[in-house]
């Protein structure tokens, strides 16, 4: 029983940073993206299961957002990582992040 509770522990405490580091990256999503990419913005609506994950690290990584960003490297890292995570082809896709 011991063993089994032990085993549970580590279980939660490997997958707990995944699950804080993922609010985050939903946070910085909503906050630095969502201000533009939202329902009457000034671009079109924008969730991340719109693209798959590979797409979204090439459109970053290949500088085609049109407008300057305003954010750091690590904020933009964060994000792009969301993206990927919650993107078409992942086991958790999010398609309504931003309402349309």
Known sequence: MQK???????????????????????????????????KGGQAAVVNPADKAGRVWEKYFARGRHPVDLAMSDADLEVVVDYLKVHAADSDQPATAVIPK
């Open 4 to 38: 089994r509770i032990s085993t549970m522990l580590t279980v939660v405490s490997l997958l707990l940073p995944a699950v804080v580091y993922s609010a985050g990256g939903e946070a910085q999503f909503l906050e630095k993206c969502g201000t533009c990419h939202k």
